[in-house]
């Protein structure tokens, strides 16, 4: 067995094709259920995962049957699954799918906790069992032993580990009383079966922990929550365990939480590797998660076990266990290198771990512990200003949208970068104006003390102010470890601002940047700006090198270009004189700019990869299929700032550099990078011509941003838009929406995706609007439009290339009416109510917007309808949108990856897309939204983006796509009972028919008295119900005895509205009862109930929906052609 | 003659008459491939040869500095941060650092442990030990994974050249020195402490007692208090202790330890192995593994750079079995140089070299690797179990 040992290095052989370790008996197809919308505590993680898993089991000969609702993703590609449905992740729906399909097993442990619970359901109602399908990856036992609270405890107590003193309750009282036996606050909450820890808290005190409990029940999955003893203060850890079928267990990542215990590790910046433990420490902990993995009985695959560590003596106790892939096995994965998600898929066909290849080394096995000589840091990224009336406070239940993730040499470096990369207007930590309210002692104690998302900045300012490294310690319970690391970069930040930039050496420079500090901190410090900086650096050399992550520190020669940057002496990154691109991702994921993006990114590598292009990409998410270093053929994992890009530009010296996939970050990069490459005049690395930004230029952008530009090409073009103007001042404001005539709609210019947009009614409204929502002046002007009542929008996205041919991507026609953000209304593909006249118009309007502007690439414009058919351009972005990837996959092209090809220099008729495709089928889109996540916040839809996720139905029918849609997106719509109605003055109008509608679909119908007036006038049967001000029994009452199913609900915005109406829409959302806030919406769920009645679900998969092979053969012809 | 300077730990530093946050670079490692890297130092200073390995264990330094294996080498720490959870009394491998010095790439400025009682730099001044921070580690492990291990200079001392310090690197010798009889203890003693409690991890007590006879190579303590947590009673030996003596004293086994530098440097101590084994089980690791080899007329050789880290797999052929295992060697035993009836039990995954064997007619195990850990993980603790049972079957 060991014959030529002495190089030091043998090649090993591992087995090409499966072996009979890679071989379950009997099993030919699997099930990989994703873990659909983005919610939450749910994000592309599980896109990484499972697409990692579809493809590793496909490789491995495996038929794969995928079920996810979500469109956005890269595993929903119709070529990554031999069949793929798109639609309803409901119990009999998916068993369904298994009698259709009759797979041999099915792989729960990809798509979160979505993906568990489902497979827990079709377990216990015996449908496994009843059509012979095999649960690979996680048994059921060990599934229940390590979700059930109850099971879990028990588990720990007979391995002698130690669990927080806690008990399971499922009605209130048993949680009091379960709170009376532990006998002190603060208590921890936590349902049971919920992901991201929905509806679980810390109580203060009993009136909370009552709140919370309630809350709690009714968000666990098996109405049972966890009541147990805070550890406020204890360190947290993490370890991320693989177990094989013989029973080999690795430890692949520890990760250390800067937040101590209290916060949700979703929520928690996270460092890799642990730096606080000693090796016995360390290893009592690995020992731990190797008992705790047998123990709960996952046979095979990934778990990741989370500690509690007691700072003052080192005593242990174990918080949890997920017996899957997780948020955590991404990043762990991102952070060494070792693909958790793809091993695991291939152990739970039966391989062991040292029968596979370590994926970067290629020569040793995986049966091994990555070892890494860099430190890791992750920052969560919050949107909580989206949800007025929500604490930005963080608990142990997840409330981030988004994560960056930065690599470093040191722990300072990667911290600075992390912060960097967040996007949230920090070029690092420090070195920045300290925020008004940290001035205050005692609001910056409670900052320190209640942990937040500005915690760290508020670190920043109190060492600014003198505090100690103690005081903050005794405060806030960071590890001192961190607060030291911390307080050293202000000290270097106070020598810097003691020194002119003229006077930094070049060792100064080293010693500062290998602490992270970024051009634009030193520029700062130093009185400068970014660009004397960077020449003063680089006229010292003191420029980046980049090391590899190679799972390995270095042992062993590593196969994968997988990259990022640090001051160091040497440089692994090798650039080649390849044709290539580089392809900028988008950050973090953050509401309206997510998945979708990361969707076009990697769409692009992967056709110009096929295209002969060597692709690199840039990133800084470590949630994301584009972050995965197989996805493209170099990864440098950085932060998206001028200052990074251009240095990987300098070294890479790309032939193209795409900016229009990545949403938002990139496109603000294009035009300094711009600049960069007209001041340099850089030859590409392959010698074939300057580096270039390829597709519309940054300059075409600007001008469809810019609204002065933009209007005198509308102008041009005879291409209208609803009237408004450019308010610099609350009297401009008036006078224009005086003139336009009230609604407006207004917004902030300087901000984008629907930011503090808000339409308003009358004077009132918009002074109040001016003086509260957003400041005003010369710097920072208002736009002021005319609101379309009623109006139908129109979303729609175009392909165009550099010879001037355009050719509609899709026409989609929002449910919602004008004016509720695009990303948060549903729609259908193709448009259901417009007439030929109208698309003739939006269609004709598209193509010559888009040969005006340029465009080389994608085009988005949203357009608005008039009920007397007027036609509207509302906006147009010449970028990959949101609706990208779905519309791909309504049509079957790839929209993405022609856009990417023709910036290339392809042009559209060597595509083969010529044409507009309008599918036989209907195709709708609908938002899901996060108002569960946060307490307190109204659930209105408005122009402000609020969704996280987004979910797709396909039927031929389109109250039947609709339907679908509904259902994915979780509301159980209810086929008889009673719908409440409450419809405000705009709307009345439109009562009669919503009303009848749901008579002649059976329902009962109660409604507030002047909606019931309207109904009666009408001769529609109602019971009037009182509102919840005017007494009881009200509508309250009959939500909470379940005596209403459905509620329609239009907000009348005025003080009443937002205290009662308020309290009964967040009252629906507890008790999960379907609540409808638009008229069009509701027309739409009266079609959809009567469609679910007359009919059954239809389960397809997409490729059934189409002759996909054509598609695919025009784009491999384009390919080759390119 | 090395003196204790002040690093990092002092705060600000004064150079060049301007306050920075960091002290200027003070000292050289200059490798016997010519090249010469700059650094900080802390702990002592002064100018120190050795061979430059690296180690790629993400924790458990002090274990490290105190493993008397090292005696002769720098050690390169791949792990960046080095220095965070300090130094504490229960760490101690030995009651000395054998190490020429410790290269890392960022000294911590603080410590944080529970158990923390000093400061690494603290701790390395007083033992006199160098050390060197603020260095390109990452660019040297390549070159040590390209290369072999290098012989290298570290130097605070600014009066001599570059080249001086490459003519030392060039005319000092590893391969072939005795460094055992450095490291073993003067004189025999016994050793009865146990893993502590707070640490101990293995389920059950041992009801049967043995008394072992451990030579002293340059044994880590975690191994006395392994085998003691398994029910051994131990006397240790120096290594050039006569093997008549430990037969005399009857015990019901005998252990080989780990141990610093060339098994072929010690004829003497093969010459002791190949005494004993036979007439009583023995067990051996690392040193002790490759002095069996030796003994039973096997052959060992140089690595290019050896194993040194807490994550290699190890497979154990009669099981299938794979473990996660501590390593620290340069030098492998050649298995097809073993005689017939020796079996190869245990092969390093990364590279298939021979990580353990068995010999049953002469009731020996032995493993290349460190199954007490210290630092590492406790998957192969179980190789103490076989040699207990296979006292225990001696005894029958």
Request: proline fraction near 5%; include cysteine.
């Given at each position: 067995a060991s014959a030529s040992a002495k190089d030091g290095v043998t090649v090993r052989r591992f087995p090409a094709a499966p072996t009979e370790g890679g071989r379950l008996a009997g099993v030919r197809k699997i099930m990989i259920l994703g873990a659909g919308p983005i919610v939450i505590g749910q994000a592309c993680e599980f896109d990484y995962s499972g697409t990692q898993a579809c493809k590793a089991l496909a490789e491995e000969g495996y038929e794969v049957v995928l079920v996810n609702s979500n469109p956005a993703t890269i595993m929903t590609d119709p070529d990554l699954a031999h069949r793929t449905y798109i639609g309803p992740m409901t119990p009999p729906l998916v068993e369904r799918i298994i009698a259709a399909e009759r797979p041999d097993a099915l792989l729960p442990t990809m798509g979160g906790q979505t993906a568990l619970n489902l497979a827990v359901s079709l377990a216990d109602s015996g449908a496994l069992d009843r059509l012979g399908v095999r649960l690979i990856g996680a048994s059921l036992p060990a599934i229940r032993a390590a979700e059930d609270r109850q099971l879990f405890k028990q588990a720990m107590d007979r391995i002698g580990l130690k669990t927080p003193p806690s008990g399971i309750g499922t009605t209130l009282e048993e949680c009091i009383s379960i709170a009376e036996d532990i006998g002190e606050f603060p208590l921890i909450v936590r349902p049971a079966f919920t992901l991201g820890g929905t509806g679980g808290g810390i109580a203060y005190n009993r009136a909370e922990f009552e709140d919370i409990c309630r809350a709690g029940l009714a968000a666990s999955h098996t109405q049972q929550v966890l009541v147990e003893k805070s550890l406020l203060g204890w360190k947290e850890y993490e370890l991320e365990v693989m177990r094989d079928m013989a029973d080999n267990v690795v430890i692949i990542c520890s990760i250390e939480n800067i937040d101590p215990m209290g916060v949700h590790t979703g929520d928690s910046i996270t460092v890799a590797p642990a730096q606080t433990l000693t090796d016995k420490e360390y290893q009592r902990l690995r020992d731990y998660s190797v008992a705790i993995i047998r123990e709960i009985g996952v046979e095979c695959g990934g778990s990741n076990v989370q500690f509690a560590v007691n700072p003052a003596d080192g005593e242990v106790m174990v918080i949890e266990m997920n017996p899957r892939v997780s948020r955590s096995s991404a990043l762990a994965s991102k952070a060494t290198g070792f693909p958790i998600a793809k091993m695991a898929a291939k152990l739970s066909v039966g391989y062991t771990l040292d029968q596979i290849p370590n994926d970067i080394t290629k020569k040793t096995p995986a049966s091994f512990e990555p070892s890494i000589d860099y430190v890791v840091t992750k920052i969560p990224r919050f949107a909580f200003e989206k949800f007025p009336g929500s604490e930005p406070v963080l608990t142990t239940q997840m409330k981030s949208v988004g994560e960056a993730m930065a690599l470093g040499r040191t722990f300072q470096e990667s911290f600075q970068k992390a912060v960097r990369s967040l996007e949230t207007g920090f070029a690092g930590w420090g070195c920045a104006p300290i925020k008004e309210l940290d001035w205050d002692w005692e609001k910056l104690k409670y900052s320190l003390r209640v942990p937040n998302p500005d915690r760290i900045h508020a670190i920043y300012a109190a060492f600014k102010k003198g505090m100690r490294i103690q005081d903050i310690h005794e405060i806030s319970f960071i590890d001192k470890w961190f607060l030291t690391e911390l307080k050293e970069l202000v000290d270097v930040e106070q020598f810097l601002i003691s020194r002119g930039l003229d006077q930094l050496s070049k060792d100064d420079f080293y010693q500062v940047k290998r602490r992270g500090f970024s051009d634009t901190q030193i520029a700062f410090a130093t009185s400068s700006s970014e660009t004397d900086v960077r020449l003063r650096r680089l006229a010292l050399e003191v420029a980046p090198t980049y090391k590899r992550v190679d799972t390995c520190a270095a042992e062993f020669e590593a196969n994968t270009p997988y990259m990022y940057s640090s001051y160091e002496y040497e440089c692994e990154s090798v650039p080649t004189n390849k044709k290539k691109v580089l392809i900028l991702g988008g950050g973090p994921n953050r509401i309206g700019q997510g998945i979708e993006f990361d969707y076009c990114c990697c769409h692009a590598s992967f056709a110009l990869r096929e295209a002969g292009y060597e692709t690199i990409m840039m990133n800084s998410n470590p949630e994301t299929v584009s972050t995965d270093y197989d996805t493209s053929d170099r990864l440098y994992f950085e932060p998206l700032t001028v200052e990074d890009v251009t240095n990987v530009i300098d070294l890479e010296r790309p032939d193209g550099i795409i900016v229009q996939f990545g949403g938002q970050t990139p496109l603000k990069l294009a035009l300094p990078i711009q600049q960069y490459l007209e001041d340099k005049k850089l030859v590409s690395a392959s010698g074939t011509g300057l580096v270039k930004i390829w597709g519309t230029s940054p300059d075409s952008i600007d001008a469809a941003e810019d609204r002065k530009r933009f209007n005198a090409i509308l102008e041009e073009l005879g291409i209208e838009q609803p009237k408004g103007g450019i308010a610099r001042s609350e009297s401009d404001a008036l006078s224009i929406a005086s003139e336009v005539g009230y609604p407006v709609v207004v917004r902030p210019s300087y901000v984008l995706g629907g930011r503090a947009m808000e339409i308003v009614y009358n004077d009132e409204k918009l002074i109040k609007y001016l003086a509260t929502a957003v400041q005003v002046d010369p710097e920072r002007p208002v736009l002021v439009d005319k609101y379309l009542i009623d109006a139908i929008e129109i979303d729609v996205d175009a392909l165009a290339d550099s010879v001037g041919n355009v050719v509609i991507g899709g026409i989609m026609e929002h449910i919602e009416q004008a004016g509720i953000h695009s990303g948060d209304s549903a729609c259908s593909l193709p448009t259901r109510t417009v007439s030929a006249k109208c698309l003739d118009i939006i269609r004709s309007w598209t193509t010559k917007l888009a040969k005006r502007l340029n465009v080389c690439g994608l085009m988005n414009c949203q357009y608005a309808i008039t009920t007397s058919g007027e036609v509207f351009l509302l906006e147009a972005n010449p970028r990959a949108s949101r609706t990208v990837p779905f519309v791909s996959k309504a049509i079957g092209h790839p929209l993405a990856k022609y856009a990417s090809l023709v910036m290339s220099g392809v042009t559209l008729p060597e595509l083969g897309y010529t044409q507009e495709v309008v599918p036989k089928h209907v195709s709708v889109k609908e938002a899901v939204l996060?108002?569960?996540?946060?307490?307190?916040?109204?659930?209105l839809l408005g122009p402000e983006m609020r969704s996280t996720g987004e979910v797709m139905g396909i039927d031929y029918e389109f109250s039947g796509a609709f339907a679908k849609a509904q259902i994915a997106a979780g509301q159980k719509l209810p086929l008889n009972g009673t719908v409440f109605l409450s419809l405000n003055d705009l709307t009345k109008r439109h009562l009669a028919e919503i009303g009848r509608g749901f008579r002649e679909l059976g329902f009962n119908i109660i409604a507030t008295s002047g909606t019931a007036k309207v109904l009666q006038l009408e001769g529609i049967p109602v019971e009037p119900v009182l509102k919840i001000h005017e007494g009881r029994p009200n509508a309250r009452d009959m939500l909470k005895n379940g005596q209403i199913q459905v509620m329609v609900i239009t907000s009348s915005g005025d003080a009443l509205d937002s205290k009662d109406g308020l309290q009964l829409r967040r009252l629906a959302l507890a008790y999960k009862v379907p609540i409808i806030t638009t008229v069009d919406g509701a027309r739409a769920t009266i079609d959809a109930i009567k469609s679910l009645k007359n009919k059954s679900i239809e389960t397809l998969a997409l490729q059934d929906y189409f002759q996909t092979t054509d598609a695919s053969q025009n784009l491999q012809a384009a390919q080759s052609a390119s | 003659a090395a003196k204790a300077v002040s690093g990092v730990q002092s705060g600000t530093v004064v150079d060049d008459g301007v306050q920075r946050p960091w002290k200027l670079s003070d000292a050289r490692l200059v490798l016997e491939d010519g090249s010469v890297w700059k650094a900080k130092s802390f702990g002592a200073s002064g100018t120190q040869v050795g061979e430059v390995v690296f180690n790629t264990s993400l924790t458990g330094y002090q274990e490290i500095l105190t493993d008397p294996s090292y005696a002769g080498q720098f050690v390169l720490m791949t792990n960046p941060h080095i220095g965070n959870t300090g130094v504490n009394p229960d760490d101690e491998e030995s009651n000395r650092c054998f190490l020429a010095g410790l290269i890392i790439r960022n000294l911590s400025i603080c410590t944080s442990n529970w158990r923390c009682t000093e400061t690494l730099e603290e701790y390395l001044m007083k033992r006199n030990i160098m050390g060197i921070y603020d260095v390109d580690t990452r660019a040297i492990t390549r070159r040590l994974r390209e290369d072999g291990s290098l012989i290298g200079v570290l130097s605070t001392?600014?009066?001599?050249?570059d080249d001086e310090l490459l003519e030392m690197a060039k005319n000092w010798k590893i391969v072939g020195v005795d460094l055992i009889s450095g490291v073993t203890c003067d004189a025999p003693y016994e050793w009865s402490d146990k893993t502590d409690s707070e640490w101990e991890f293995k389920k059950g007590q041992s009801t049967e007692s043995f008394h072992v006879v451990a030579y002293d190579f340059g044994i880590k303590h975690n191994i006395l208090r392994r085998l003691t947590s398994y029910g051994c009673k131990i006397t240790v030996v120096p290594a050039n202790w006569p093997a008549s003596e430990v037969l005399n004293l009857k015990p019901d086994g005998v252990f080989f330890s780990n141990g610093p530098g060339d098994p072929a440097a010690v004829p003497y101590a093969v010459k002791t192995v190949q005494e004993i084994i036979g007439k009583v089980p023995v067990f051996g690791i690392c040193m002790g593994h490759q002095l069996i080899g030796q003994a039973l007329g096997g052959k060992t050789f140089k690595m290019k750079f050896g194993h040194h880290g807490g994550n290699h797999p190890v497979c154990d052929l009669r099981s299938g079995r794979v473990d996660i295992s501590a390593q620290n060697h340069n030098y492998a035993v050649d298995p097809e140089s073993l005689p017939e009836g020796v079996k190869v039990t245990h092969i390093n995954l990364n590279d298939n070299s021979c990580a353990g064997l068995q010999y049953p007619k002469m009731k020996l195990l032995s493993l290349q690797y460190h199954p007490e850990s210290s630092p590492g993980p406790h998957d192969s603790d179980l190789a103490f179990g076989e040699f207990i049972e296979m006292m225990k079957n001696n005894r029958l």
């Amino acid at each position: 067995a060991s014959a030529s040992a002495k190089d030091g290095v043998t090649v090993r052989r591992f087995p090409a094709a499966p072996t009979e370790g890679g071989r379950l008996a009997g099993v030919r197809k699997i099930m990989i259920l994703g873990a659909g919308p983005i919610v939450i505590g749910q994000a592309c993680e599980f896109d990484y995962s499972g697409t990692q898993a579809c493809k590793a089991l496909a490789e491995e000969g495996y038929e794969v049957v995928l079920v996810n609702s979500n469109p956005a993703t890269i595993m929903t590609d119709p070529d990554l699954a031999h069949r793929t449905y798109i639609g309803p992740m409901t119990p009999p729906l998916v068993e369904r799918i298994i009698a259709a399909e009759r797979p041999d097993a099915l792989l729960p442990t990809m798509g979160g906790q979505t993906a568990l619970n489902l497979a827990v359901s079709l377990a216990d109602s015996g449908a496994l069992d009843r059509l012979g399908v095999r649960l690979i990856g996680a048994s059921l036992p060990a599934i229940r032993a390590a979700e059930d609270r109850q099971l879990f405890k028990q588990a720990m107590d007979r391995i002698g580990l130690k669990t927080p003193p806690s008990g399971i309750g499922t009605t209130l009282e048993e949680c009091i009383s379960i709170a009376e036996d532990i006998g002190e606050f603060p208590l921890i909450v936590r349902p049971a079966f919920t992901l991201g820890g929905t509806g679980g808290g810390i109580a203060y005190n009993r009136a909370e922990f009552e709140d919370i409990c309630r809350a709690g029940l009714a968000a666990s999955h098996t109405q049972q929550v966890l009541v147990e003893k805070s550890l406020l203060g204890w360190k947290e850890y993490e370890l991320e365990v693989m177990r094989d079928m013989a029973d080999n267990v690795v430890i692949i990542c520890s990760i250390e939480n800067i937040d101590p215990m209290g916060v949700h590790t979703g929520d928690s910046i996270t460092v890799a590797p642990a730096q606080t433990l000693t090796d016995k420490e360390y290893q009592r902990l690995r020992d731990y998660s190797v008992a705790i993995i047998r123990e709960i009985g996952v046979e095979c695959g990934g778990s990741n076990v989370q500690f509690a560590v007691n700072p003052a003596d080192g005593e242990v106790m174990v918080i949890e266990m997920n017996p899957r892939v997780s948020r955590s096995s991404a990043l762990a994965s991102k952070a060494t290198g070792f693909p958790i998600a793809k091993m695991a898929a291939k152990l739970s066909v039966g391989y062991t771990l040292d029968q596979i290849p370590n994926d970067i080394t290629k020569k040793t096995p995986a049966s091994f512990e990555p070892s890494i000589d860099y430190v890791v840091t992750k920052i969560p990224r919050f949107a909580f200003e989206k949800f007025p009336g929500s604490e930005p406070v963080l608990t142990t239940q997840m409330k981030s949208v988004g994560e960056a993730m930065a690599l470093g040499r040191t722990f300072q470096e990667s911290f600075q970068k992390a912060v960097r990369s967040l996007e949230t207007g920090f070029a690092g930590w420090g070195c920045a104006p300290i925020k008004e309210l940290d001035w205050d002692w005692e609001k910056l104690k409670y900052s320190l003390r209640v942990p937040n998302p500005d915690r760290i900045h508020a670190i920043y300012a109190a060492f600014k102010k003198g505090m100690r490294i103690q005081d903050i310690h005794e405060i806030s319970f960071i590890d001192k470890w961190f607060l030291t690391e911390l307080k050293e970069l202000v000290d270097v930040e106070q020598f810097l601002i003691s020194r002119g930039l003229d006077q930094l050496s070049k060792d100064d420079f080293y010693q500062v940047k290998r602490r992270g500090f970024s051009d634009t901190q030193i520029a700062f410090a130093t009185s400068s700006s970014e660009t004397d900086v960077r020449l003063r650096r680089l006229a010292l050399e003191v420029a980046p090198t980049y090391k590899r992550v190679d799972t390995c520190a270095a042992e062993f020669e590593a196969n994968t270009p997988y990259m990022y940057s640090s001051y160091e002496y040497e440089c692994e990154s090798v650039p080649t004189n390849k044709k290539k691109v580089l392809i900028l991702g988008g950050g973090p994921n953050r509401i309206g700019q997510g998945i979708e993006f990361d969707y076009c990114c990697c769409h692009a590598s992967f056709a110009l990869r096929e295209a002969g292009y060597e692709t690199i990409m840039m990133n800084s998410n470590p949630e994301t299929v584009s972050t995965d270093y197989d996805t493209s053929d170099r990864l440098y994992f950085e932060p998206l700032t001028v200052e990074d890009v251009t240095n990987v530009i300098d070294l890479e010296r790309p032939d193209g550099i795409i900016v229009q996939f990545g949403g938002q970050t990139p496109l603000k990069l294009a035009l300094p990078i711009q600049q960069y490459l007209e001041d340099k005049k850089l030859v590409s690395a392959s010698g074939t011509g300057l580096v270039k930004i390829w597709g519309t230029s940054p300059d075409s952008i600007d001008a469809a941003e810019d609204r002065k530009r933009f209007n005198a090409i509308l102008e041009e073009l005879g291409i209208e838009q609803p009237k408004g103007g450019i308010a610099r001042s609350e009297s401009d404001a008036l006078s224009i929406a005086s003139e336009v005539g009230y609604p407006v709609v207004v917004r902030p210019s300087y901000v984008l995706g629907g930011r503090a947009m808000e339409i308003v009614y009358n004077d009132e409204k918009l002074i109040k609007y001016l003086a509260t929502a957003v400041q005003v002046d010369p710097e920072r002007p208002v736009l002021v439009d005319k609101y379309l009542i009623d109006a139908i929008e129109i979303d729609v996205d175009a392909l165009a290339d550099s010879v001037g041919n355009v050719v509609i991507g899709g026409i989609m026609e929002h449910i919602e009416q004008a004016g509720i953000h695009s990303g948060d209304s549903a729609c259908s593909l193709p448009t259901r109510t417009v007439s030929a006249k109208c698309l003739d118009i939006i269609r004709s309007w598209t193509t010559k917007l888009a040969k005006r502007l340029n465009v080389c690439g994608l085009m988005n414009c949203q357009y608005a309808i008039t009920t007397s058919g007027e036609v509207f351009l509302l906006e147009a972005n010449p970028r990959a949108s949101r609706t990208v990837p779905f519309v791909s996959k309504a049509i079957g092209h790839p929209l993405a990856k022609y856009a990417s090809l023709v910036m290339s220099g392809v042009t559209l008729p060597e595509l083969g897309y010529t044409q507009e495709v309008v599918p036989k089928h209907v195709s709708v889109k609908e938002a899901v939204l996060p108002f569960e996540k946060f307490q307190g916040c109204d659930i209105l839809l408005g122009p402000e983006m609020r969704s996280t996720g987004e979910v797709m139905g396909i039927d031929y029918e389109f109250s039947g796509a609709f339907a679908k849609a509904q259902i994915a997106a979780g509301q159980k719509l209810p086929l008889n009972g009673t719908v409440f109605l409450s419809l405000n003055d705009l709307t009345k109008r439109h009562l009669a028919e919503i009303g009848r509608g749901f008579r002649e679909l059976g329902f009962n119908i109660i409604a507030t008295s002047g909606t019931a007036k309207v109904l009666q006038l009408e001769g529609i049967p109602v019971e009037p119900v009182l509102k919840i001000h005017e007494g009881r029994p009200n509508a309250r009452d009959m939500l909470k005895n379940g005596q209403i199913q459905v509620m329609v609900i239009t907000s009348s915005g005025d003080a009443l509205d937002s205290k009662d109406g308020l309290q009964l829409r967040r009252l629906a959302l507890a008790y999960k009862v379907p609540i409808i806030t638009t008229v069009d919406g509701a027309r739409a769920t009266i079609d959809a109930i009567k469609s679910l009645k007359n009919k059954s679900i239809e389960t397809l998969a997409l490729q059934d929906y189409f002759q996909t092979t054509d598609a695919s053969q025009n784009l491999q012809a384009a390919q080759s052609a390119s | 003659a090395a003196k204790a300077v002040s690093g990092v730990q002092s705060g600000t530093v004064v150079d060049d008459g301007v306050q920075r946050p960091w002290k200027l670079s003070d000292a050289r490692l200059v490798l016997e491939d010519g090249s010469v890297w700059k650094a900080k130092s802390f702990g002592a200073s002064g100018t120190q040869v050795g061979e430059v390995v690296f180690n790629t264990s993400l924790t458990g330094y002090q274990e490290i500095l105190t493993d008397p294996s090292y005696a002769g080498q720098f050690v390169l720490m791949t792990n960046p941060h080095i220095g965070n959870t300090g130094v504490n009394p229960d760490d101690e491998e030995s009651n000395r650092c054998f190490l020429a010095g410790l290269i890392i790439r960022n000294l911590s400025i603080c410590t944080s442990n529970w158990r923390c009682t000093e400061t690494l730099e603290e701790y390395l001044m007083k033992r006199n030990i160098m050390g060197i921070y603020d260095v390109d580690t990452r660019a040297i492990t390549r070159r040590l994974r390209e290369d072999g291990s290098l012989i290298g200079v570290l130097s605070t001392d600014q009066s001599r050249t570059d080249d001086e310090l490459l003519e030392m690197a060039k005319n000092w010798k590893i391969v072939g020195v005795d460094l055992i009889s450095g490291v073993t203890c003067d004189a025999p003693y016994e050793w009865s402490d146990k893993t502590d409690s707070e640490w101990e991890f293995k389920k059950g007590q041992s009801t049967e007692s043995f008394h072992v006879v451990a030579y002293d190579f340059g044994i880590k303590h975690n191994i006395l208090r392994r085998l003691t947590s398994y029910g051994c009673k131990i006397t240790v030996v120096p290594a050039n202790w006569p093997a008549s003596e430990v037969l005399n004293l009857k015990p019901d086994g005998v252990f080989f330890s780990n141990g610093p530098g060339d098994p072929a440097a010690v004829p003497y101590a093969v010459k002791t192995v190949q005494e004993i084994i036979g007439k009583v089980p023995v067990f051996g690791i690392c040193m002790g593994h490759q002095l069996i080899g030796q003994a039973l007329g096997g052959k060992t050789f140089k690595m290019k750079f050896g194993h040194h880290g807490g994550n290699h797999p190890v497979c154990d052929l009669r099981s299938g079995r794979v473990d996660i295992s501590a390593q620290n060697h340069n030098y492998a035993v050649d298995p097809e140089s073993l005689p017939e009836g020796v079996k190869v039990t245990h092969i390093n995954l990364n590279d298939n070299s021979c990580a353990g064997l068995q010999y049953p007619k002469m009731k020996l195990l032995s493993l290349q690797y460190h199954p007490e850990s210290s630092p590492g993980p406790h998957d192969s603790d179980l190789a103490f179990g076989e040699f207990i049972e296979m006292m225990k079957n001696n005894r029958l």
